[in-house]
């Protein structure tokens, strides 16, 4: 189960990280403990330009990341359940907004921002290879 953990883990990092420049997407808190039934919010900032969607995943442990909400530059707020996304596109900021929080709530949420590339817009950094060991 952890050999396949991570090879997703890279799987998502390789697919979402391919631009150059000097994209990048910071999230915080790192951390946040709360109480059964409060609310939390976590902030993602980003540099990526030209924007495409951003996506919010949830980790629980042991797990593969699960997608929980997609945002374009046309949204800017996205319930669903007791998650809402919103988005400011032009500030280059989103938050997740958990509301009554439940012990299943606990994992990483991690915030995934694509960039829109058409020719001479973006180019790939050169081609990663991932090879995948049995454990010993």
């Excluded at 709360?34 to 442990?61: A, D, M, R």
């Excluded at 007791?82 to 958990?98: M, P």
């Excluded at 929080?101 to 949420?109: F, G, H, K, R």
Aim: aromatic share 8%.
């Amino acid at each position: 189960m952890e050999k396949h953990l991570r090879t997703s883990l890279v799987v998502l990092w390789l697919h979402f990280c391919w631009v150059s420049g000097k994209n990048q997407v910071e999230q915080h808190p790192p951390s946040q403990i709360i109480q059964e039934g409060e609310n939390c919010t976590f902030q993602c900032n980003y540099t990526v330009s030209p924007f495409s969607h951003l996506k919010w995943y949830k980790q629980g442990t042991g797990r593969s990341p699960a997608f929980l909400i997609i945002m374009t530059d046309n949204d800017s707020k996205n319930p669903s359940g007791r998650y809402t996304v919103t988005l400011d596109a032009t500030s280059k900021h989103s938050s997740l907004h958990v509301t009554a929080a439940q012990l299943s709530d606990s994992a990483v949420y991690i915030c995934v921002v694509s960039a829109l590339c058409s020719p001479g817009t973006c180019s790939q950094y050169p081609n990663l290879h991932l090879q995948v060991v049995e454990d010993a």
